[in-house]
């Protein structure tokens, strides 16, 4: 009897651990900024055992790793502190596990959304005008200087009007390109509005 206890302790306990790696480890889209890319590959060459980071990638990190040669427990038993490290400094955000002993846990694939058709700009159409063209620089400099999650689309009509937009929506872009169609289409009396850009591509049919 005491030897089943023992067995259907051991069993719960392992259950609830991988329970808790799961509900520790990050999921979704992401890309660290330059600051905690640097800070990542410096975790990389210690003896790394977790590195947890904020949901945006950007905004705060911290790793746990073994200054000895041998450490006691395991990388996951380091997992809470580095997410505690993180969290410090998230300015409230969540922070979630991105490695785990030099291994990458983080799940990045999501099922693709299918990118929708809309008009694209073509040449042979009509052509841009020198005020369109004017704007459109103008619209370059707020790319140049927008946040990494921010995304910027331009679009254009046939009589000159032009529409600008900005979102935090990751690709394919499907409201932003709406969006901005719409806004074209309100100010021109011309619905032939294309899309002209997405953030500093030019898009052309």
Known sequence: ??????????LFTVGCNNATFTDMTGSGPITLSPRIQQSYDEYLKSNPRSFAVT??????WGY????????RGTSHDSMPKAIRSCEKYAKGKFCKIYDVGGEIVWEKSIKPEEAIKVDLYNPNEFEISTG???EFDRYLDLVSIKSSDVNLAFAISKNGEIA???????APYNKLKL???EICRAKSS?????????NDKVLVK
Do not use: H, N
């Open 55 to 60: 949901e945006d990638g950007r905004t705060s």
């Open 190 to 198: 011309d619905d032939k509005c294309v899309l002209y850009a997405i």
């Open 64 to 71: 746990y790793y073994c200054g000895d040669t041998e450490c």
């Open 1 to 10: 009897m005491k030897y089943f206890m023992v067995l259907i302790l051991a």
């Open 132 to 134: 369109q063209k004017v």
């Open 164 to 170: 600008r937009t900005r979102s935090q929506e990751a």
């Open 179 to 181: 969006t901005v169609l």
